[in-house]
C-alpha cells in the first residue's frame, strides 16, 4: 500500500514522522514538504527521505497513492492541493491533529468553503482532542497511538541532566496567531510580550535563579529585547527551539510556564512542575492538565504549584493496521 504525507507545521509533521518511523517497513511512504519547514528539517533528523512541494497533481499521480495523510496547523496551507486532488480522484484523506486547539480554524473556518479543505477522517491521539472533534462534527474522528510522545518520553526519562534553576517560558506567537485568525494581534486579550511582562513581575514567586525563554520555531525573539531592559535584575537567556533539545530543557529548568502548548503537557508527563497561563478568560484552557496548574493570574502562586507535577499518558489508539483497514473498509461502503 502507497501512503502519500504532506505537512509543515511542527505539531502535526512530529506525529506524522513518528508515525512513519514505527511502520516505515510495512508501507510504501511517499512525503512532501517545503526544504527548510518543520516537516522538512524533522524528515532531514529522521533520515526520511522527501519530496519538494511542487504540482500536487503531477507528483501525486505518478506514485496514485491509496491514501494521503497531511499535517494541519496555522502556518502555511501547503496541503490543500494535495487534499484537493485527491478528494476529486476518490483517494481518501486523513487529517492530522496535534495539540487542542483551532481544530475548524486550521481548515480555514469560519471562511466560505474551508469544508472542502477537511478530509475525509480525522486521526487524533488522545482522548480530549478525540472528544473536541467530535463536537466540532470534523469527518470520521479516529483514535491513533502517539508515537512520537511515547518515543520523546521514554528517551527524556533516560537522560541525567543537571538543574540550571531557571524558569522556562515557552514562548507562542500568539500575536501572530490571532491577528492571521481574527484579524486582530490582541484578539484574545494578551500576547507573549504582555505575558513575558506579567512573568517578569511576579518573577521573585517563582524562587528561581534566571529566566530561559525558549522561542517557537516561527518567533524571531525581536519583541522581547524592549521588555527586559526594564528588567537588568534578572539574568535572562533567550535560546532558539531549532538550536536546543526540548526534553533538555525541560529537565533543567526548575519551574515551567507557557500558554497551551503540547511542550507543556510533555513536561507534566516528565513530572516537571507546570504552570499554564492564560491571562484572560478570551481564550479557553485546552491542554489535559489538573486544573490547579491553569492559571489566570501570577499574583498569587500557591506553593504546591513548585511542586512536581503528576500526570500518566493513558493509552489511547487503535491499532494502525485497523486504522488503514476501517479507512479503506468506510470508503468502500463496506
Known amino acids: 500500500m502507497t501512503i502519500a504525507v504532506v505537512s509543515h507545521d511542527a505539531g502535526s509533521s512530529e506525529i506524522l514522522c513518528g508515525l512513519i518511523r514505527e511502520y516505515f517497513d510495512l508501507y510504501s511512504w511517499h512525503i512532501f514538504a517545503i526544504a527548510q519547514s518543520p516537516m522538512g528539517r524533522l524528515c532531514e533528523r529522521y533520515n526520511l527521505s522527501f519530496t519538494p512541494i511542487g504540482d500536487a497533481e503531477q507528483q501525486l499521480q505518478v506514485i496514485t497513492p491509496d491514501i494521503l495523510f497531511f499535517g494541519t496547523g496555522w502556518q502555511e496551507k501547503i496541503e490543500r492541493p494535495y487534499v484537493h486532488f485527491c478528494k476529486e480522484n476518490a483517494i ?5 491533529l496535534d495539540h487542542w486547539s483551532n481544530y475548524r480554524e486550521r481548515f480555514g473556518f469560519p471562511d466560505e468553503g474551508w469544508e472542502e479543505n477537511l478530509g475525509d477522517f480525522t486521526a487524533v491521539t488522545d482522548q480530549k482532542a478525540l472528544f473536541l472533534a467530535e463536537s466540532f462534527a470534523l469527518p470520521k474522528p ?13 528517551q527524556a ?3 541525567e541532566i543537571s538543574p540550571n534553576n531557571n524558569l522556562l517560558f515557552l514562548s507562542e506567537p500568539t500575536d501572530a496567531v490571532a491577528l492571521r485568525t481574527y484579524g486582530d494581534k490582541n484578539y484574545w486579550g494578551f500576547t507573549q510580550y504582555s505575558a513575558l511582562e506579567d512573568i517578569l513581575k511576579n518573577f521573585e514567586r517563582f524562587g528561581c535563579a534566571g529566566l530561559t525563554i525558549r522561542l517557537h520555531p516561527s518567533d524571531t525573539g525581536s519583541g522581547y529585547k524592549k521588555i527586559l531592559k526594564a528588567y537588568p535584575n534578572i539574568r535572562v537567556q533567550i535560546n532558539d527551539a531549532a538550536v536546543c533539545e526540548l526534553t533538555d530543557q525541560l529537565l533543567c529548568a526548575k519551574m515551567i510556564i507557557g500558554f497551551d502548548t503540547m511542550a507543556l503537557y510533555i513536561a507534566a508527563l516528565l513530572e516537571r512542575p507546570v504552570l499554564s497561563y492564560l491571562p484572560s478568560k478570551n481564550r479557553e484552557f485546552l491542554l489535559p492538565l489538573p486544573k490547579e496548574r491553569q492559571v489566570r493570574s501570577l499574583s498569587k502562586i500557591h506553593s504546591n504549584l513548585l511542586l512536581p507535577s503528576s500526570l500518566k499518558c493513558d493509552d489511547f489508539g487503535m491499532d494502525f493496521a485497523l486504522f488503514i483497514k476501517t479507512i479503506v473498509a468506510k470508503e468502500r461502503n463496506v
Open 92 to 96: 481518501p484523506t486523513v487529517a492530522f
Open 157 to 159: 526519562r533516560q537522560k
Open 142 to 154: 479516529m483514535g491513533l497511538k502517539n508515537f512520537y510522545l511515547r518515543d520523546t518520553i521514554v
